[in-house]
C-alpha cells in the first residue's frame, strides 16, 4: 500500500478532529420509532424523516414480511436484466399517482436518482440553474452532466431572473431546486419559481424528499401545498423518509422523460434492482399516505404546538410550517451543548454546526412525527425549557 496516500489521509483526520471532529455514527439498538433505543437508554426521537410514523405501521411491517416469505430477499440483477417484479411496476404507478406525474422511475435512493437525472437529459448546450442550498446529491449530478451550471443565492428569485435571462442561448434551461430545504424546513416559493419557468421557457426540476406524503392535502408534495398540483416538470423523491423509511427513490413526470431515463440513466441501469421487499414495503406505505390525510393534518397540529411550545420558551423558532423545526443557537458551541443537555434528558436531536450550515447559523434541527403522542412532545418541551440554564452567562 502506498504510503504517502495513508500518511497523507492520516494527517487530514488528525486535522479534521481538531477543527470539526470527527464524525462518529450513533449505534440504535431499537427499530426506528418515536423512541429510539441508544447506549441502554430510551430515547424520544426527534431526529428522524418518519414524519407520518410509517416506518413502524404494522400494515407496512407485515406487507414486507409477507413479500419477503413469497418473493425471497433479494433478485440479484438489475432492473435491466432478470431484476424486474410486477411490484415495480406497481409501484411506479402509484408513486406517479401520488405526485400526479404521467409515470415515474425507481432507483436505489434518491441519492441515485439526482445522480442520474441529469446527465440523462442534458450536454454542454444546456444550462441548469441551481439553489445554493440544494441537497447534496443534486450538486453531483449537475456536475455529472455536462451542462453549463449557475447557483443563484438561496431562494432569491431576482438572481434566478437574471441568470435566466442571461441564458437565452441554451438549448434547454433547467431551474432545480429542493421542494423542502432540510436544514431549516423552509419551502420553495413554487408558484413564482413555476411562473418564471413559464416565462422563460425553462423545466422545472424539484427534489421534494422532504415533502412527498408530508405536504399537501393527498400528500402529493411542495406543489400541492401551493395549490399548484402538475406544475412541476420532473419531481425526484425518497422511499427513505416519510413513506415508510425502507429505501429507495425515483424521478416523476412526463412520459417522455422517464422512458428516457428507463433507456440512458446509469444508476438506473448498471446496479441491483430495489429487493421486492422494500418495493411492497413502500407500496403498502404510499397506499396509507394517501388514504389517511389525519396523520398529515396530525403532524401539522403537533408541529404548531412544538413551534409555538419553544418559542414560548425563549429559542429562535424561525416561521414556517414544516415538520422540520430549525432551533437557532447561532453562537459557537452552543447548540451542541443544548442537544447534550437534551440527550442527557432522554431527548435525541443533532445539533448542526459548521461546514453543514454557516458559521453563526448553528442549530438544533428538531423533527416531529405524527407518531409522537402529546406526551413526548411535552417531554422535548420540558427539556429544551431546562436546557436553557446551559445558555445562561453567554
Ligand atoms: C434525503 C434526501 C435525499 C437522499 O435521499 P435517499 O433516498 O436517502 O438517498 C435527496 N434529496 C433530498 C432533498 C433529501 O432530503
Not at 441502554?40 to 407496512?60: M, R
Request: one cysteine or more; glycine letters at 10%; aromatic letters at 4%.
Amino acid at each position: 500500500m502506498n504510503v504517502t496516500l495513508l500518511h497523507r489521509l492520516r494527517t487530514e483526520l488528525d486535522q479534521r478532529s481538531v477543527t470539526t471532529g470527527l464524525r462518529r455514527d450513533l449505534v440504535v439498538s431499537s427499530p426506528q420509532g418515536p423512541t429510539l433505543g441508544v447506549d441502554g437508554e430510551t430515547l424520544v426521537n426527534f431526529a428522524a424523516n418518519d414524519y407520518l410514523g410509517l416506518a413502524e405501521h404494522p400494515d407496512v411491517l407485515d406487507a414486507a414480511q409477507r413479500a419477503l416469505r413469497e418473493m425471497g430477499l433479494g433478485v440479484s440483477a438489475g432492473r435491466v436484466l432478470c431484476g424486474t417484479r410486477a411490484v415495480h411496476g406497481e409501484l411506479e404507478a402509484a408513486i406517479a399517482e401520488l405526485v400526479g406525474a404521467d409515470d415515474a422511475v425507481l432507483y436505489g435512493s434518491c441519492f441515485d436518482a439526482n445522480l442520474g437525472l441529469f446527465d440523462a437529459l442534458l450536454g454542454p448546450q444546456d444550462v441548469v440553474l441551481s439553489d445554493a442550498l440544494n441537497h447534496a446529491s443534486l450538486i453531483d449530478g449537475i456536475r455529472l452532466s455536462r451542462a453549463e451550471r449557475h447557483v443563484f443565492a438561496h431562494a432569491d428569485l431576482d438572481e434566478l431572473e437574471r441568470r435566466l435571462a442571461e441564458s437565452a442561448h441554451a438549448r434547454h434551461r433547467l431551474i432545480v431546486t429542493d421542494g423542502v430545504f432540510s436544514m431549516d424546513g423552509d419551502i420553495a416559493a413554487l408558484p413564482q419559481l413555476s411562473e418564471l419557468a413559464q416565462r422563460y421557457d425553462a423545466v422545472l426540476v424539484v427534489d421534494d424528499s422532504h415533502a412527498t406524503g408530508v405536504l399537501g392535502a393527498t400528500g402529493a408534495g411542495t406543489a400541492e401545498h401551493f395549490g399548484l398540483a402538475g406544475r412541476v416538470d420532473v419531481l425526484t423523491g425518497t422511499l427513505g423518509k416519510a413513506l415508510g423509511g425502507g429505501a429507495g427513490g425515483f424521478v416523476a413526470g412526463p412520459r417522455a422523460i422517464v422512458e428516457t431515463l428507463r433507456q440512458v440513466s446509469r444508476p438506473y441501469i448498471f446496479t441491483n434492482a430495489m429487493a421486492p421487499t422494500l418495493a411492497v414495503a413502500a407500496l403498502t406505505a404510499i397506499r396509507i399516505a394517501r388514504a389517511r390525510p389525519d396523520l398529515r393534518e396530525r403532524l401539522a397540529a403537533k408541529t404548531t404546538w412544538l413551534r409555538g411550545a419553544l418559542r414560548d420558551l425563549g429559542y429562535d423558532v424561525p416561521p414556517g410550517e414544516h415538520p422540520i423545526i430549525p432551533v437557532m443557537l447561532r453562537e459557537g458551541s452552543a447548540a451542541r451543548d443544548v442537544a447534550a443537555a437534551l440527550r442527557r434528558d432522554g431527548v435525541l436531536v443533532f445539533a448542526l454546526s459548521h461546514p453543514v450550515v454557516p458559521v453563526g447559523e448553528e442549530r438544533i434541527r428538531v423533527q416531529v412525527s405524527a407518531a409522537h403522542t402529546a406526551d413526548q412532545l411535552e417531554h422535548a418541551a420540558a427539556a429544551f425549557g431546562r436546557a436553557r440554564s446551559v445558555l445562561v452567562g453567554r
